[in-house]
């Protein structure tokens, strides 16, 4: 087969898709940490699929168990018991602390389905979320997405929903009343440019839920699965939510999210449905990649701590390996020229640079991507 150049690609991509998306680069293979472009040239990947590509690019158990599920069966539909559900939900329960699991294709559609089962086991209607929090672009998962211009074009979407400045737990406590389903929130802020509140701000949520029976809903689409440090977030401040989203990092880039909830918390028959969701190849993928994690893991905070020291200079937001630092209107400059010293990183909102590499990057390699960034500023 011939190789598509960076061009042809664009070229394609101008013609025929829709133009959504602001890219400049072909991305054709990875293993590992690396990426390689169209034309070859190799960068140390700490964008990862925005925190998707936990367990590296092409990871050989995750391709093995992609694999062999392959030849066995492809799709079967949630009318039968599905081929490594269940061990992936035993999994996912183990790893959170809650009770039982629902599976979707995507972090929107996670989210979408908390928010169905707060309102139907709350049988409230009302929902408290956050400045700058991002919970996706579905219809449902748009409502309580905070930023302006991604969601004021779509409205009214279908939810009543109130935003509360992330951190202030004032004015959270004016808001959420009898009324309230739930209150959802990301343990830290990973589209605003990685934001680590205080473990007081969850534990203060947590209160708040408690007084009025709103559940806690804490999104872990971007923040779950190992990336920092722990299996959840959460597991930072010791503090138990209702409900937790997962996606990105769960299965290595197959599509996949799941919610998991506590006891008592559980979707009853025909109140929830997905054709593809928890089919056979995800659900092996997402095993595969947690038994790698599970190896991983205890090298996190390590990790982490080495791209902080190595970015001192730059007083960067650090909780394992999700990293932001505020560079200012430099940022799209600065990402730029890393990817020209073959370093790929990537502009949150706000002038925010965020690192989210896979867990398995190298001691060496994070070397090489904090002396480019220093370069890339100095
Ligand atoms: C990315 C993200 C989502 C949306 O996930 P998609 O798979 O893009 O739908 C939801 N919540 C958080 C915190 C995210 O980072």
């Given amino acids: 087969m011939e190789m598509e150049t960076t061009s042809q690609f664009k070229a394609l991509d101008e013609r025929y898709v829709m133009p959504a998306f602001s890219r400049d680069m072909a991305i054709v293979k990875g293993e590992g940490s690396i990426v390689w ?30 694999c062999d599920q392959a030849h066995q069966l492809i799709h079967c539909s949630n009318l039968y018991y599905v081929p490594h559900q269940g061990d992936l939900a035993k999994k996912l329960v183990e790893i959170t602390g ?36 991002f919970h996706g672009r579905t219809v449902g998962s748009l409502a309580v997405t905070h930023k302006p211009a991604i969601r004021e074009p779509f409205e009214p979407l279908g939810m009543v929903k ?4 992330y951190g202030d737990l004032d004015a959270l406590k004016k808001v959420v009343d009898n009324d309230t389903a739930g209150v959802i929130f990301e343990p830290i802020q990973g589209e605003a440019g990685v934001i680590i509140p205080p473990d007081s701000f969850i534990k203060g949520i947590r209160e708040i839920c408690d007084d009025t029976g709103a559940l806690m809903i804490a999104d872990e689409v971007q923040t779950g699965m190992g990336r920092t440090g722990t299996w959840l977030a959460m597991q930072h401040t010791k503090v138990m939510p209702d ?131 220093n370069g890339a500023l100095g």
Wanted: with cysteine.
């Fill in 37 to 66: 472009d169209a034309e070859g040239k190799q960068y140390i990947d700490c964008v990862a699929g925005i925190a998707v590509c936990s367990t590296g690019h092409c990871h050989p158990a995750v391709v093995k168990a992609i």
């Fill in 243 to 373: 409900i937790v989203t997962l996606a990105k990092g769960i299965a290595s880039g197959f599509p996949m999210g799941a919610l998991v909830a506590r006891e008592d918390l559980e979707f009853k028959k025909s109140e929830h449905g997905s054709t593809f969701a928890g089919g056979p190849l995800a659900c092996a993928a997402a095993l595969a990649t947690i038994g790698v994690i599970e190896k991983i893991l205890p090298d996190v905070a390590r990790k982490g701590e080495r791209f902080g020291r190595g970015l001192a200079a730059l007083n960067p937001r650090v909780r394992g390996l999700m990293i932001g630092m505020t560079i200012g209107d430099k940022c799209l400059d600065v990402q730029k020229k890393c990817a020209s010293q073959g370093v790929l990183v990537n502009c949150a909102a706000d002038g925010n640079l965020r690192l989210v590499p896979p867990l398995v990057i190298t001691e060496a390699e994070i070397d090489y991507v904090v002396g480019v960034i």
């Fill in 162 to 165: 109130t935003f509360v400045e």
């Fill in 98 to 133: 809650l009770h039982k699991a629902f599976f979707s294709n995507s972090g929107a559609e996670a989210t979408d389905g908390a928010l169905k089962l707060a309102r139907v086991r709350t049988g409230r209607k009302k929902f408290v979320a956050f400045t700058h929090g």
